[in-house]
Nanobody, 123 residues
Framework: QVQLVESGGGLVQAGGSLRLSCAVSGRTSSTYAMGWFRQAPGKEREFVAAKSWAGGLTYYADSVKGRFTISRDIAKNTVYLQMNSLGPEDTAVYYC????????????????WGQGTQVTVSS
């Protein structure tokens, strides 16, 4: 069992930055690929970014490439999503996700989800 708790969401003006954190706990949590998804009002949940447990593989959605950076600190059991140059289109609830296979995670087949944290970008 793996538990995920997100934090760091909030209200920010367009062009600003936020860093989301996901605290990971549970057995063998360090062997999971970790990722972020988001869901805007009236839309389906979509993939944002993922990183393999060893950090060798990283994927981003085209819509965030060059603006968002996913990182993980295995010693702290924490995953981060640094979000820069935010725009109103980034407004959504952001979810942390864990899955043994990064390919499955990227496709949305996720074993564990966090509860989500709201990010609101004002224009």
């Amino acid at each position: 069992q793996v538990q995920l708790v997100e934090s760091g969401g909030g209200l920010v003006q367009a062009g600003g930055s936020l860093r989301l954190s996901c605290a990971v706990s549970g057995r063998t949590s360090s062997t999971y690929a970790m990722g972020w998804f988001r869901q805007a009002p009236g839309k389906e949940r979509e993939f944002v970014a993922a990183k393999s447990w060893a950090g060798g593989l990283t994927y981003y959605a085209d819509s965030v490439k060059g603006r968002f950076t996913i990182s993980r600190d295995i010693a702290k059991n924490t995953v981060y999503l640094q979000m820069n140059s935010l725009g109103p289109e980034d407004t959504a609830v952001y979810y942390c996700a864990a899955e043994t296979s990064i390919m499955h995670l990227r496709d949305g087949s996720v074993a564990y989800w966090g509860q989500g944290t709201q990010v609101t970008v004002s224009s």
